[in-house]
């Protein structure tokens, strides 16, 4: 697909798919890359802390300022850490492996809690917007779901992507509101013809398994299957769930 957006066959609708795809895995390349960095930041400070606790017992001193320095290096040690067990605690609930114990609705929730929501498209981020467009967007950006369901519901949804957002929202909020994200994304489907269909089919088989409506799920898990191109591992994992 990747050639045919070099060589221009795709059409629009197809071009921004792809197009909010990549930056949705950028985003998601970028929160792991911060998490890598922390860690090493963390190890390196351990290291620093470590040396100068070797060069304080080479160096004559009286015992309190070595009783000192072993105090300061314990307290650094202590503080990197417990920085180091928050971190490695985040790693180990976003990593997949540690979701197998769970059941299909179990997990379809854990998804809507780890994954990033699907960034904005540029319709979204033009200078043109209304008060209440901005609004909306800014509250969805900054992962404040409820009060951009509010405002999304504030403005004519006569676009895929005004139902798409709003659905996604509505999903994403502390407590999903089922009914409004199957509405919104099921008329987002009927308008789009075909812009965000991966990212459609995903949230409503997440949707479905949330409402525990196993029929419904699977149909979308195995449509995602078959197209093959976004989350057909966690589809697949899904499917041998129910």
Known sequence: ???????????????????????????????????????????????????????????????????????????????????????????????????????????????LKQENAPILSNSMADDTLSTAEQAARSAYLEKNYAAAVLFFKKLPPTTASHHFYLGVAALKQENPDFALAETQLLQARSLGQGWQEDAINWHLALLYLGQKNTSKARKELEHIIVVGRDNVTKADLLLKKL
Do not use: C
């Open 1 to 111: 697909m990747i050639d045919k957006y070099k060589q221009g066959e795709l059409s629009e609708a197809e071009m921004e798919q792809l197009e909010e795809a990549l930056l949705q895995k950028l985003a998601e390349k970028q929160a792991e890359d911060k998490l890598r960095q922390n860690l090493r930041g963390i190890a390196e400070s351990l290291r620093t802390e470590t040396n100068k606790a070797e060069e304080a017992k080479e160096k004559p001193a009286s015992p309190r300022p070595l009783k000192v320095a072993h105090r300061q290096l314990w307290v650094a040690w202590a503080a990197a850490a417990a920085v180091f067990l928050v971190l490695l605690a985040v790693w180990w609930l976003m990593s997949p492996a540690n979701n197998t114990n769970l059941n299909a609705p179990q997990m379809a929730l854990q998804y």
